[in-house]
């Protein structure tokens, strides 16, 4: 069983920049990109998760419900596609659905 987290980093890596401008406007871009770029989203680094802007507050949200199903055994499950949306519904009857 694996189980998501978070971590916060004072860096972020930054691979395959392609920077095609002046050499000092590439490194500054490139600069803003790993050290404040986060901040627009992950502010509060000791903060509680739900203290956080409404972007991190959705991924934090979506990683609980991703761990939540995790730790459960699933005795069931029922796809369901309407249009182009595709849901999954576990432990719960098909009737319900």
Same mark, same amino acid.
């Given at each position: 069983m694996w189980h998501t987290h978070l971590e916060i980093s004072e860096r972020t %890596? !930054?691979?395959k920049f392609n920077c095609k401008g002046d050499a000092d406007w590439c490194y500054q871009v490139k600069l803003y990109l790993e050290t404040e770029f986060k901040k627009s989203f992950i502010n509060? %680094?000791?903060e509680h998760g739900f203290d956080q802007p409404t972007a991190m507050r959705q991924l934090?949200? !979506?990683m609980?419900?991703?761990n939540h199903f995790?730790?459960?055994e699933i005795e069931t499950m029922h796809? !369901? !596609?309407k249009g182009e949306t595709l849901a999954y519904f576990f432990n719960c009857n098909q009737q319900s659905i």
């Open positions: %890596k !930054v691979e509060f %680094k000791h934090l949200g !979506v609980s419900y991703i995790n730790a459960q796809p !369901v !596609v």
